[in-house]
Structure formats: structure tokens, C-alpha cells
């Protein structure tokens, strides 16, 4: 696409053609999966098979009888939960679960499992259920941020859980040895490929806050919605968190991230007083469960392995997007930290240099000057409006600090993406201290 401006320069009759490429926006911001990356022919493979099925089933051949059509049970249909268990369970089997509880095994119980229609509505139902308005939640900082609109929603108060600096997640040291607050009512983390750190707790820390949940009478409640998307499988997958104390952890889950975001089957994990509470919740007993029909269709996708099939050529291309923008972004390792991504969505760059303090006027000038965008730190803070009640260096790390996305992309825009990002990066500092110089 080009625009050509014919420019006569005065009486002479010269003529200037000025061409000019106009650019498409590359949007590193979106956290969704590229269009070409849902899984189109599976599931319509599998609905063509489903309405064969339910006809050669039928007792009448010219009327097809689909599944899920009626009312469901309030926590979903025991057959579709235990195809899910043996999903779960053959997909989980190598985790690391040496520092589990013993009352967990494997394979997961269709018994432990209610079923959602995805990660927020469980997060919105066990607010329902296990809160009242004025409970205390400690939830990371950053965080993925609507899960905190959710929570205020109940009337929730927020408090940030004690970081690492540099981006590496909770500080388990501190949260276990910290006395002197009274403990929260929930904890929420995302403990798996965390939106936007990246970051994996490892086994041990997971054990430690288990025990000091636990210990304190916290429901840990761990959003796992990344937890098998580990890129090509390399290392060993901790356990979830549901594995280390069934009795004050909760898994939420759902299979957007791992199929697709239209998706919306997902679960909640937990202990049998989690469940029952869960089925005696008013208005899921009056409409009998969640998207019986949609969750019958995704117990024929398990069953004919179309789910699997694709959950796995998701983690190659999503690994394959991730080292080609880790291998872009180099140049900016004089200047910034990040690390490669070993699953997830997302990369977390992290400005040392002291020109980028504020990545809300660096996306400014990336959209402005070099068609390129990207999720500013401040918009994952939960408490950027409340700076001055918490910890200063914390927000400041926050703030001097961007979320790219690699799912949303293709390979070469993700490429000519990074090609961009660097370029404004380099020049906006520029810009930045011959302000400084001319100050």
C-alpha cells in the first residue's frame, strides 16, 4: 500500500513524488492467540463426528440426538468430568510432586473437579461462596490485572504480597516469616508461566506457602490457566497447586490457553467442603451447571484426542515465538532484563537504563513514531492509584517495565516487531537525554 503526494515547488515546474509506506500496527499488547493457532479443522472434524455418532445412536436414523441439550448436574456432568480427570491426569502424570501431600493422588478424582466456563467465572464463584464483603486479599504485584477488578467487584480489600525485585516473583521468605499482619482470607497467585512476570514458582516455594496456608487458615487460590502450556516440555512441570494441600488450595483452570479462548470449559479444583459449597450455590442449581452442550462437545474433543492434538502443536509454535523474540530483543540486554520464556503467553522486559522510567510515554512514542504497542508495567499494577501505601521501589520497578505478548503474533511480525521496538527504544533515549542536556 503506498500514498504518492505530488509536490510542485514553485513556478520552475519541478515535481517531487514523496512515497510513503504505510505501516500496520504490530501489537505486542493483545493476549490472545494468533488467528491461524485455532484449532478450526479439529473441532470441526469433531462436531461432524459428533452428529454421526448421536445418529447411528438415535432409535429414529433421520433424527440426530445431540448430547447436552438437557439441564445438567450444578458442578457438570459426571461423564464429562471424568474424561477431564483423564486428560488432566495423563497430562500432569511426570509433574514433580515430590513435595505433595499424601493425600493427593493421581489420578485427579472427577469428584474433586467442578466444572466453569472458565478461569474468571471460577474466580468470580469462589468469591461468591467463600467471601463477604470487607475480606482481605493478598494477591502479587504485578498481577494479571482484571482478576483484581473481579475481586473488587465483591467489595474485596486488596493487599500486595511481598516480591522479588527484578521480576522474579513472590518473596516466599517473607510472606511465611511475616508476622505481623493477620492473615488474609484468600491468597491469589498465579504460580505457572505468571501473567506478566513469566516467572514459574518452583516446587519448593509452592510446598512453603501450601504449608503456611495451611497453617494460617488461607485459601490459596492458584490460577493455572498456563500450567500446560511449557512450551516443548523442556525441564520437569512443578505440580499444581491444588496437589500440596487439598484442603486450603484451590486450582482454577480452563482450556482457552491450552485450545482456545471460545473454549470455555474450565474448572475448579478442590477440597470436598470447596465442592459442596460450590453445589449448593443458588443460581447454578437453578440453571443446571454451566454450558452442558458446550462441555459435551469438549468431552467428544478429549475422547477423540482433538484437544490433545492441539495442545500440543501449541506449545512448539508458542516455543518457537518465544525464542524468536527473546533472539530479537538482544540488543536491549545492554539497557534491560528479561529472560526467555519457558511457556505462557509473555515476556516481562525490565528497563534498568535511567531514560526509561515510565513505559506509558515510551508506548507513546513507539505507537507515534514506530507502529509497534505493548502493555505499559502501571496497567498490571493493581495499586498504581495507591503508590504512596506500599512499597515505593516496587511500583517504580513496575512502572520501568513493559509486557509483550508472542501468541498474538506471527513469526515475522514478531520479528519485524522486536526490529521495531529496539529502534524506538534506542532513539527515545536519545531523545530523552538531549532533553536532559538541554535542561
Not at 473488587?152 to 521468605?173: E, K, Q
Not at 473454549?263 to 440453571?287: D, F, H, K, N, V
Not at 505462557?344 to 506509558?360: K, L, N, S
Request: aromatic content about 8%; proline content about 6%.
Amino acid at each position: 500500500q503506498m500514498m504518492s503526494i505530488a509536490i510542485r515547488s514553485g513556478s520552475n515546474g519541478i515535481h517531487r513524488k514523496i512515497s510513503n509506506a504505510v505501516k500496520r500496527m504490530i501489537n505486542f499488547k493483545r493476549g490472545h492467540p494468533h488467528p491461524s493457532l485455532l484449532p478450526h479443522a479439529e473441532l470441526t472434524s469433531t462436531l461432524l463426528d459428533l452428529c454421526h455418532t448421536s445418529d447411528t445412536d438415535s432409535e429414529a436414523p433421520s433424527t440426530v440426538c445431540l448430547p447436552g441439550l438437557d439441564y445438567g448436574d450444578p458442578g457438570g456432568n459426571a461423564a464429562t468430568r471424568a474424561v477431564l480427570a483423564a486428560f488432566l491426569s495423563e497430562a500432569m502424570r511426570d509433574d514433580d510432586s515430590s513435595l505433595c501431600s499424601g493425600q493427593v493422588s493421581m489420578p485427579i478424582s472427577p469428584d474433586r473437579l467442578f466444572l466453569t466456563t472458565g478461569v474468571s467465572h471460577g474466580l468470580d464463584l469462589l468469591c461468591s461462596v467463600l467471601t463477604q464483603p470487607g475480606d482481605v486479599v493478598w494477591i502479587e504485584r504485578p498481577t494479571y490485572y482484571l482478576a483484581a477488578d473481579i475481586f473488587r467487584h465483591h467489595r474485596l480489600r486488596l493487599h500486595p504480597l511481598p516480591m522479588h525485585a527484578g521480576g522474579r516473583g513472590i518473596d516466599v521468605h517473607r510472606l511465611v516469616n511475616d508476622t505481623n499482619r493477620p492473615p488474609p482470607t484468600l491468597l491469589y497467585l498465579i504460580p505457572s508461566h505468571h501473567n506478566p512476570l513469566g516467572y514459574v514458582l518452583d516446587a519448593e516455594d509452592r510446598a512453603k506457602i501450601a504449608r503456611w496456608a495451611g497453617e494460617r487458615g488461607v485459601i490459596l487460590v492458584a490460577d493455572e490457566v498456563y500450567h500446560l502450556l511449557d512450551g516443548d516440555g523442556e525441564g520437569t512441570r512443578p505440580a499444581r497447586m491444588a496437589a500440596f494441600d487439598p484442603n486450603c488450595c484451590v486450582s482454577v483452570s480452563g482450556l482457552t490457553k491450552v485450545c482456545a479462548p471460545g473454549i470455555r470449559t474450565g474448572w475448579i479444583e478442590g477440597s470436598p467442603c470447596i465442592m459442596e459449597s460450590l453445589q449448593a450455590y443458588g443460581y447454578l442449581c437453578s440453571q443446571g451447571g454451566c454450558a452442558p452442550f458446550g462441555n459435551a462437545i469438549v468431552e467428544h474433543a478429549l475422547q477423540r484426542g482433538a484437544i490433545q492434538r492441539h495442545w500440543q502443536h501449541l506449545r512448539g509454535a508458542y516455543r518457537r515465538r518465544a525464542r524468536l523474540l527473546h533472539t530479537a530483543l538482544r540488543p536491549l540486554e545492554t539497557m534491560a532484563d528479561f529472560s526467555l520464556p519457558l511457556g505462557g503467553y509473555f515476556m516481562w522486559v525490565r528497563f534498568r537504563h535511567p531514560a526509561v522510567q515510565d513505559t506509558e510515554q515510551l508506548r507513546i512514542w513507539c505507537e507515534q513514531k514506530y507502529d509497534v504497542t505493548f502493555l505499559p508495567g502501571i496497567d498490571c499494577d493493581p495499586f498504581s492509584k495507591e503508590q504512596d501505601k506500599y512499597e515505593l521501589s516496587v511500583g517504580c520497578e513496575i512502572r520501568s517495565s513493559f509486557r509483550l505478548c508472542f501468541a498474538y503474533l506471527d513469526e515475522e511480525d514478531i520479528t519485524k516487531g522486536a526490529q521495531r521496538l529496539v529502534a524506538a527504544v534506542a532513539n527515545f533515549i536519545k531523545k530523552e537525554e538531549k532533553n536532559d542536556v538541554n535542561s
